[in-house]
Protein backbone atom coordinates (compact mmCIF):
# COMPACT_ATOMS: atom_id res chain seq x y z
CA UNK A 1 0.00 0.00 0.00
CA UNK A 2 0.97 3.59 -0.11
CA UNK A 3 -0.98 4.88 2.03
CA UNK A 4 -1.93 8.69 1.58
CA UNK A 5 -0.55 10.09 -1.14
CA UNK A 6 -0.37 13.78 -2.58
CA UNK A 7 0.75 15.73 -5.48
CA UNK A 8 2.25 18.60 -6.15
CA UNK A 9 4.58 18.39 -3.24
CA UNK A 10 5.73 22.12 -4.15
CA UNK A 11 3.99 25.19 -5.94
CA UNK A 12 4.28 28.70 -6.28
CA UNK A 13 0.82 30.47 -7.24
CA UNK A 14 0.56 34.25 -8.14
CA UNK A 15 -2.13 36.20 -6.80
CA UNK A 16 -5.51 35.24 -8.11
CA UNK A 17 -4.29 31.40 -9.77
CA UNK A 18 -6.15 28.80 -9.02
CA UNK A 19 -5.18 25.61 -8.44
CA UNK A 20 -6.38 21.64 -7.16
CA UNK A 21 -4.18 19.62 -4.56
CA UNK A 22 -4.64 16.09 -5.15
CA UNK A 23 -5.02 13.68 -2.55
CA UNK A 24 -5.23 9.17 -2.88
CA UNK A 25 -5.26 6.88 -0.91
CA UNK A 26 -5.27 3.48 -1.21
CA UNK A 27 -6.54 1.70 2.04
CA UNK A 28 -9.99 2.01 1.19
CA UNK A 29 -10.62 5.02 4.08
CA UNK A 30 -13.99 6.16 4.08
CA UNK A 31 -13.14 9.23 5.73
CA UNK A 32 -10.55 12.09 4.21
CA UNK A 33 -9.49 15.50 5.73
CA UNK A 34 -7.37 18.22 4.44
CA UNK A 35 -5.32 20.26 6.89
CA UNK A 36 -2.92 23.63 6.61
CA UNK A 37 -0.03 24.26 8.56
CA UNK A 38 0.88 27.89 9.38
CA UNK A 39 4.46 28.29 10.19
CA UNK A 40 5.28 27.01 13.74
CA UNK A 41 1.94 26.54 14.10
CA UNK A 42 -0.69 23.18 14.90
CA UNK A 43 -3.00 21.58 11.93
CA UNK A 44 -6.18 23.22 11.10
CA UNK A 45 -8.95 21.90 9.36
CA UNK A 46 -10.24 22.89 6.45
CA UNK A 47 -12.82 20.15 4.82
CA UNK A 48 -13.64 16.84 5.57
CA UNK A 49 -15.59 13.82 3.98
CA UNK A 50 -17.21 10.92 6.00
CA UNK A 51 -17.74 9.25 2.59
CA UNK A 52 -17.90 9.46 -1.33
CA UNK A 53 -20.25 12.18 -2.06
CA UNK A 54 -20.49 13.82 1.31
CA UNK A 55 -17.96 16.79 2.41
CA UNK A 56 -18.67 18.74 5.39
CA UNK A 57 -16.73 22.04 6.53
CA UNK A 58 -13.94 22.34 8.96
CA UNK A 59 -12.61 25.27 10.69
CA UNK A 60 -11.01 27.42 8.11
CA UNK A 61 -13.23 26.53 5.00
CA UNK A 62 -12.94 29.95 3.61
CA UNK A 63 -10.79 29.60 0.18
CA UNK A 64 -11.41 26.52 -0.80
CA UNK A 65 -13.60 23.88 -2.36
CA UNK A 66 -13.26 20.08 -2.11
CA UNK A 67 -14.99 17.21 -3.62
CA UNK A 68 -15.32 13.74 -3.19
CA UNK A 69 -16.54 11.23 -5.91
CA UNK A 70 -14.35 8.35 -5.36
CA UNK A 71 -13.63 6.60 -2.01
CA UNK A 72 -9.88 7.54 -3.21
CA UNK A 73 -9.95 10.94 -4.23
CA UNK A 74 -10.21 13.70 -1.68
CA UNK A 75 -9.04 17.07 -3.96
CA UNK A 76 -9.19 20.14 -2.16
CA UNK A 77 -9.64 23.43 -4.61
CA UNK A 78 -8.19 26.62 -4.59
CA UNK A 79 -9.53 29.57 -6.25
CA UNK A 80 -8.41 33.03 -6.43
CA UNK A 81 -5.15 32.61 -4.78
CA UNK A 82 -3.79 34.64 -1.72
CA UNK A 83 -1.29 35.74 0.22
CA UNK A 84 -2.69 34.25 3.20
CA UNK A 85 -3.23 30.78 1.82
CA UNK A 86 0.73 30.56 1.93
CA UNK A 87 0.97 27.04 3.64
CA UNK A 88 1.75 23.09 4.14
CA UNK A 89 -1.31 21.09 3.34
CA UNK A 90 -1.86 17.93 4.90
CA UNK A 91 -4.58 15.56 3.45
CA UNK A 92 -5.52 12.55 5.88
CA UNK A 93 -7.44 9.56 6.03
CA UNK A 94 -9.15 7.41 8.49
CA UNK A 95 -11.07 4.13 8.37
CA UNK A 96 -13.44 5.23 11.43
CA UNK A 97 -13.76 8.86 12.45
CA UNK A 98 -12.72 10.21 16.18
CA UNK A 99 -11.42 6.88 17.38
CA UNK A 100 -8.94 5.74 14.52
CA UNK A 101 -5.45 6.84 13.39
CA UNK A 102 -5.66 9.55 11.13
CA UNK A 103 -2.62 8.88 8.17
CA UNK A 104 -1.35 11.98 6.40
CA UNK A 105 0.58 12.17 2.98
CA UNK A 106 3.45 14.06 3.09
CA UNK A 107 2.10 17.46 2.32
CA UNK A 108 2.08 20.02 -0.55
CA UNK A 109 3.89 23.28 0.26
CA UNK A 110 2.18 26.00 -1.35
CA UNK A 111 3.31 29.81 -1.69
CA UNK A 112 1.29 32.31 -2.89
CA UNK A 113 2.93 35.55 -4.46
CA UNK B 1 -15.89 23.36 18.67
CA UNK B 2 -13.15 21.61 20.46
CA UNK B 3 -10.42 24.01 21.66
CA UNK B 4 -6.95 22.11 22.77
CA UNK B 5 -3.80 24.01 24.42
CA UNK B 6 -0.69 22.92 24.27
CA UNK B 7 2.00 23.47 26.91
CA UNK B 8 5.13 24.27 26.86
CA UNK B 9 5.76 25.88 23.26
CA UNK B 10 9.14 24.92 23.58
CA UNK B 11 11.14 22.40 25.87
CA UNK B 12 14.91 21.91 26.07
CA UNK B 13 16.06 18.52 27.79
CA UNK B 14 19.93 16.84 28.92
CA UNK B 15 20.07 13.62 26.71
CA UNK B 16 18.87 10.88 29.45
CA UNK B 17 16.81 13.01 31.00
CA UNK B 18 12.73 13.05 30.42
CA UNK B 19 10.05 15.38 29.10
CA UNK B 20 6.56 16.29 29.80
CA UNK B 21 4.19 17.53 27.40
CA UNK B 22 0.55 18.80 28.87
CA UNK B 23 -2.76 19.31 27.16
CA UNK B 24 -6.01 20.75 28.09
CA UNK B 25 -9.46 20.12 26.12
CA UNK B 26 -12.56 21.84 26.16
CA UNK B 27 -15.26 19.29 25.32
CA UNK B 28 -16.06 16.94 27.52
CA UNK B 29 -17.41 14.80 24.67
CA UNK B 30 -14.13 14.17 23.18
CA UNK B 31 -13.26 10.78 23.21
CA UNK B 32 -9.53 9.71 21.82
CA UNK B 33 -6.34 11.22 22.25
CA UNK B 34 -3.44 11.07 19.76
CA UNK B 35 0.46 12.42 20.33
CA UNK B 36 2.25 12.64 16.83
CA UNK B 37 5.34 13.71 16.58
CA UNK B 38 6.47 15.97 13.40
CA UNK B 39 10.31 15.94 12.26
CA UNK B 40 11.47 19.00 10.39
CA UNK B 41 9.95 19.07 6.85
CA UNK B 42 7.97 15.52 7.17
CA UNK B 43 4.06 14.90 7.82
CA UNK B 44 3.01 14.27 11.40
CA UNK B 45 3.39 10.86 12.43
CA UNK B 46 1.16 9.16 15.07
CA UNK B 47 3.27 7.73 18.19
CA UNK B 48 0.87 6.89 20.91
CA UNK B 49 -2.72 7.57 21.49
CA UNK B 50 -5.56 7.03 23.97
CA UNK B 51 -9.01 6.47 24.46
CA UNK B 52 -11.63 7.83 26.66
CA UNK B 53 -11.89 4.73 28.75
CA UNK B 54 -8.41 4.13 29.48
CA UNK B 55 -6.18 6.36 32.23
CA UNK B 56 -3.06 5.27 31.26
CA UNK B 57 -1.01 3.74 27.92
CA UNK B 58 2.36 2.83 27.52
CA UNK B 59 4.69 2.18 24.67
CA UNK B 60 8.42 1.76 25.32
CA UNK B 61 9.72 4.92 26.13
CA UNK B 62 6.88 7.14 25.91
CA UNK B 63 3.84 6.78 28.27
CA UNK B 64 0.41 9.05 28.09
CA UNK B 65 -1.87 9.68 31.02
CA UNK B 66 -5.52 11.10 30.70
CA UNK B 67 -6.97 12.71 33.20
CA UNK B 68 -11.23 13.30 31.84
CA UNK B 69 -12.54 14.74 35.18
CA UNK B 70 -9.85 17.96 34.57
CA UNK B 71 -9.94 17.38 30.73
CA UNK B 72 -6.21 17.14 30.45
CA UNK B 73 -3.69 14.89 29.08
CA UNK B 74 0.23 14.33 28.82
CA UNK B 75 2.41 13.12 27.26
CA UNK B 76 5.82 11.38 29.40
CA UNK B 77 9.05 10.34 27.35
CA UNK B 78 11.61 9.21 29.15
CA UNK B 79 15.53 8.26 28.47
CA UNK B 80 15.33 11.18 25.87
CA UNK B 81 17.73 10.37 23.27
CA UNK B 82 18.52 13.14 19.97
CA UNK B 83 16.20 10.94 17.52
CA UNK B 84 13.55 12.05 20.10
CA UNK B 85 14.17 16.06 18.93
CA UNK B 86 11.11 16.96 16.83
CA UNK B 87 8.06 19.13 17.41
CA UNK B 88 5.12 17.36 18.97
CA UNK B 89 1.52 17.86 18.72
CA UNK B 90 -1.39 16.51 20.82
CA UNK B 91 -4.51 16.38 19.52
CA UNK B 92 -8.22 15.56 20.81
CA UNK B 93 -11.25 13.78 18.66
CA UNK B 94 -15.10 15.52 18.83
CA UNK B 95 -17.67 15.21 16.54
CA UNK B 96 -15.69 12.75 14.32
CA UNK B 97 -13.07 15.65 13.71
CA UNK B 98 -9.74 16.23 15.34
CA UNK B 99 -8.98 19.88 17.05
CA UNK B 100 -4.41 19.88 17.17
CA UNK B 101 -2.47 21.76 20.04
CA UNK B 102 -0.10 24.81 18.77
CA UNK B 103 2.87 22.86 19.20
CA UNK B 104 5.72 21.45 21.35
CA UNK B 105 9.28 21.54 20.54
CA UNK B 106 11.49 19.52 21.85
CA UNK B 107 15.29 19.40 21.94
CA UNK B 108 17.55 16.74 23.35
CA UNK B 109 21.17 18.04 24.47
CA UNK B 110 23.94 15.70 23.52
Known amino acids: NAGVTQTPKFRILKIGQSMTLQCTQD?????MYWYRQDPGMGLKLIYY???????DKGEVPNGYNVSRSTTEDFPLRLELAAPSQTSVYFC????????????FGPGTRLTVL | GENVEQHPSTLSVQEGDSAVIKCTYS??????FPWYKQELGKRPQLIID?????GEKKDQRIAVTLNKTAKHFSLHITETQPEDSAVYFC?????????FGAGTTVTVRA
Open chain 2, 91 to 99: AASSDYKLS
Open chain 1, 92 to 103: ASSPRPGTDTQY
Open chain 2, 27 to 32: DSASNY
Open chain 1, 49 to 55: SVGAGIT
Open chain 1, 27 to 31: MNHNY
Open chain 2, 50 to 54: IRSNV
